[in-house]
């Protein structure tokens, strides 16, 4: 459910009442499409823009596609942001506009041919947390508090995005489905999912739930529900003490899933099921990235050639 509270409202002047009015019941209806990350994702990037159309005093409802390069250009030059960010922030206004041509607010899409800035990949650095520091990181939590042993568990073993595991209620993981404890929750795009949990797993989550029966499963130390904030904290602070020098997030944890699903042997198609990809595609980088070096082509060619290179 969106909080109608967050959506980016201008405070319009005497001017411009009625096209502030219009524009904020347009972007409300388009925020209401979407919930949880995305949702935030999207409220900031137009705020970012309606904020940028205001300081050069420009009318959302009536600029051009140059107007849209212009912001593309303040948010490489002027906000620093990176080829994807710029990417994903297009992205949207891209769908608002086009959604605004839709219903009828505008009589033409000026984003429809907004060039989007390329971004590139180096798949050799995709490389995520290996198998020891994996198992490292897990014991590390286990011998840490219960929620956070939970909270690794389910992001390493499981394969959860962060927010996913911080949303796990005490309830959503008592039943069995055809004699297999499962996870029952709703994850990316609102999708419903049926996770089996394995008896380390299992293990872990009862820990973290005490003998409570509802509720959030991984709290802060105050009590309340982890938030995404968090538990990027714990996951950091714990792949310090393990001795992880790597750059890490609730992602890598994400990542290293995935990665050490396909060194397990584990069929692609097996694994993009496990990780929920809509995109077989997706799953295909994970499995290019883990083995693009190890069999790389540049090594039997220096065998093939031996001493004369």
Request: some cysteine; glycine content about 6%; hydrophobic content about 40%.
């Amino acid at each position: 459910m969106y909080d109608a509270t967050r959506l980016p409202i201008s405070r319009p002047t005497a001017t411009s009442m009625a096209r502030f009015d219009q524009m904020d019941l347009i972007v409300a209806g388009f925020l209401a499409r979407y919930k949880g990350g995305t949702f935030d994702s999207y409220a900031l990037d137009i705020r970012l823009f309606r904020d940028w159309c205001r300081s050069v005093e420009l009318n959302p409802l009536v600029l051009e596609r140059p107007h849209l390069e212009l912001f593309a250009r303040h948010l490489e030059i002027e906000r620093g942001n990176a080829p994807s960010t710029v990417h994903r922030r297009l992205s949207c206004l891209r769908m608002l506009y086009r959604i605004m041509h839709v219903d009828g607010h505008i009589d033409r899409n000026p984003a429809e041919y907004v060039k989007m800035p390329k971004v590139f990949h180096d798949e050799a650095r995709i490389t995520g947390l290996s198998r020891n520091e994996m198992a490292a990181l897990v014991a590390q939590a286990r011998a840490s508090k219960p929620s956070e042993a939970a909270l690794i568990t389910m992001l390493a073993l499981l394969g959860l995005r962060v927010t996913e595991a911080c949303n796990v209620d005490v309830e959503d993981f008592q039943e069995y489905e055809r004699d297999h404890r499962v996870l029952r929750m709703i994850g990316k795009g609102g999708k419903p999912a049926t996770v089996p949990l394995p008896v380390p797993v299992a293990r872990a989550m009862d820990a973290a739930a005490a003998g409570r029966s509802s509720g959030p499963l991984v709290l802060r130390t105050d009590g309340t529900r982890m938030t995404r904030r968090s538990a990027d904290r714990v996951v950091k602070r714990l792949a310090k003490l393990a001795g992880i020098v790597k750059v890490i997030s609730p992602h890598v944890l994400r990542h290293g899933y995935v990665t050490a699903s396909l060194d397990a042997g584990i069929p692609l198609r097996d694994v993009q099921i496990m990780a929920r990809h809509s995109d077989p595609r997706m799953t295909q980088r994970y499995d290019r990235a883990r083995g693009n070096l190890d069999r790389h082509g540049n090594y039997a060619l220096a065998a093939f050639l031996g001493g004369a290179a």
